[in-house]
């Protein structure tokens, strides 16, 4: 079987440049397939970061970072308008 390949008599005609390659191109489904579960793994990235703020956060001074979701504060009393104390 080896002797085949060093038998120039077995070799046919050697390919031109100009040929097309043998078989289906396989390398634009490999890209797009990359593609695709790159784009999976930054969707998922996203939503499981939607609902958090990093340590370390400040926003106008405050630090707002690690700090979980809270319950809205109940309804004042008071009319709109009148300003509230905080506590």
């Given at each position: 079987m080896t002797q085949e390949l060093f038998?120039?008599?077995s070799w046919e005609e050697?390919?031109?440049?100009?040929?097309?390659?043998p078989g289906p191109r396989?390398?634009?489904f490999a890209v797009l397939g990359g593609l695709v579960?790159?784009?999976?793994?930054?969707?998922?990235?996203a939503?499981?970061?939607?609902?958090?703020?990093?340590r370390g956060?400040?926003?106008a001074g405050v630090d707002v970072g690690g700090?979980?979701?809270?319950?809205?504060?109940?309804?004042s009393s008071a009319?709109?308008?009148?300003?509230?104390r905080c506590r």
């Open positions: 038998d120039e008599t050697e390919p031109s440049w100009e040929d097309p390659a396989r390398w634009p579960v790159l784009a999976a793994l930054y969707g998922g990235a939503a499981w970061a939607a609902d958090r703020v990093p956060t400040t926003v700090q979980g979701p809270r319950r809205p504060a109940p309804p009319p709109s308008g009148t300003p509230r």
